[in-house]
C-alpha cells in the first residue's frame, strides 16, 4: 500500500468535533440530492458514465452560485490541481473559463482561490490537499457515518488534506433495492467544495448552491 500525501492531515467538521483522519449531473444540495440543472442543460453529461468508459476517474465541475462554468474536466492522471490565475500549477484553470457573473461577492471570492486545491487518487482512496491561503469547505457521503442523516461539511485549513472520498465505504452506501438510488446511482459518488465560504447549519448559507465559488467531483463509479 503507497503511503498517504507526504502533507499534514486536518479537517475540522463545521459544527462537529476534529475528524479523526464526470459529466454526471452533479446533485443538489437543496433538494436533498434531487437534480437541477445549470442554464443549457448538462445533456452532455450521461455520455461520460456510459457503461465500460474507463478513460477518466472523475469529472469536475465548476460552479458560481447556481451556474455551471465552463466545461466538465475530465480527469485521466492520478494528480489534478485545479487553481485560478496560471500558472499555479498544470491542470483545470479556473480562470481562463468564461463567467458573466458580476456579483462582487464572487469576484472577490475568485481572487482568493489562488493556487488552489490538489485531487489526488491513492490507493486507499482520494484525497483533497489544500494548497490556497484561505479555508475550503468539503462534504462527502463517506466522510460521515453512514447511518446519518444531514452530511457534515469539514473545514479543511490552507496547508493541510483529507481524504475526502473513500471506494471501499461509496460502494458500502449502494443500495440496489433503493428506488432513489437506482434513479440516481452517482450520489454517493460526488464530493462538493467550496472555496473560502462554508455552508450548512453553521452558516447562513444552507446549500452549497448559495456559495460564490465551487466545485462538483463526480467519481466514476465503474
Same mark, same amino acid.
Given at each position: 500500500?503507497?503511503?498517504?500525501?507526504?502533507?499534514?492531515?486536518?479537517?475540522?467538521?463545521?459544527?462537529?468535533?476534529?475528524?479523526?483522519?464526470?459529466?454526471?449531473?452533479?446533485?443538489?444540495?437543496?433538494?436533498?440530492?434531487?437534480?437541477?440543472?445549470?442554464?443549457?442543460?448538462?445533456?452532455?453529461?450521461?455520455?461520460?458514465?456510459?457503461?465500460?468508459?474507463?478513460?477518466?476517474?472523475?469529472?469536475?465541475?465548476?460552479?458560481?452560485?447556481?451556474?455551471?462554468?465552463?466545461?466538465?474536466?475530465?480527469?485521466?492522471?492520478?494528480?489534478?490541481?485545479?487553481?485560478?490565475?496560471?500558472?499555479?500549477?498544470?491542470?483545470?484553470?479556473?480562470?481562463?473559463?468564461?463567467?458573466?457573473?458580476?456579483?462582487?461577492?464572487?469576484?472577490?471570492?475568485?481572487?482568493?482561490?489562488?493556487?488552489?486545491?490538489?485531487?489526488?487518487?491513492?490507493?486507499?482512496?482520494?484525497? %483533497?490537499?489544500?494548497?490556497?491561503?484561505?479555508?475550503?469547505?468539503?462534504?462527502?457521503?463517506?466522510?460521515?457515518?453512514?447511518?446519518?442523516?444531514?452530511?457534515?461539511?469539514?473545514? %479543511?485549513?490552507?496547508?493541510?488534506?483529507?481524504?475526502?472520498?473513500?471506494?471501499?465505504?461509496?460502494?458500502?452506501?449502494?443500495?440496489?433495492?433503493?428506488?432513489?438510488?437506482?434513479?440516481?446511482?452517482?450520489?454517493?459518488?460526488?464530493?462538493?467544495?467550496?472555496? %473560502?465560504?462554508?455552508?450548512?447549519?453553521?452558516?447562513?448559507?444552507?446549500?452549497?448552491?448559495?456559495?460564490?465559488?465551487?466545485?462538483? %467531483?463526480?467519481?466514476?463509479?465503474?
Amino acid at each position: 500500500q503507497q503511503p498517504k500525501p507526504p502533507w499534514k492531515e486536518l479537517s475540522w467538521p463545521v459544527g462537529g468535533q476534529p475528524a479523526d483522519c464526470p459529466d454526471a449531473v452533479p446533485s443538489s444540495a437543496e433538494t436533498g440530492g434531487t437534480n437541477y440543472l445549470a442554464p443549457g442543460g448538462l445533456s452532455d453529461s450521461q455520455l461520460l458514465l456510459e457503461p465500460g468508459d474507463r478513460s477518466h476517474w472523475c469529472v469536475v465541475a465548476y460552479w458560481e452560485e447556481k451556474t455551471r462554468v465552463g466545461r466538465l474536466y475530465c480527469v485521466q492522471e492520478p494528480s489534478l490541481d485545479i487553481f485560478y490565475d496560471l500558472p499555479q500549477g498544470n491542470g483545470f484553470c479556473l480562470g481562463q473559463l468564461n463567467s458573466d457573473n458580476k456579483s462582487q461577492l464572487v469576484q472577490k471570492v475568485r481572487s482568493k482561490i489562488g493556487c488552489g486545491i490538489q485531487l489526488t487518487r491513492e490507493v486507499d482512496g482520494v484525497w %483533497v490537499y489544500n494548497r490556497s491561503s484561505y479555508p475550503i469547505f468539503i462534504k462527502s457521503a463517506t466522510l460521515d457515518n453512514p447511518d446519518s442523516r444531514t452530511l457534515l461539511v469539514h473545514k %479543511v485549513f490552507p496547508g493541510f488534506s483529507i481524504k475526502a472520498f473513500d471506494y471501499e465505504k461509496a460502494y458500502s452506501l449502494q443500495r440496489p433495492n433503493d428506488h432513489e438510488f437506482m434513479q440516481q446511482p452517482w450520489t454517493g459518488f460526488t464530493v462538493q467544495i467550496s472555496f %473560502v465560504k462554508g455552508w450548512g447549519q453553521c452558516y447562513t448559507r444552507q446549500f452549497i448552491s448559495s456559495c460564490p465559488c465551487w466545485l462538483e %467531483v463526480i467519481f466514476n463509479s465503474r
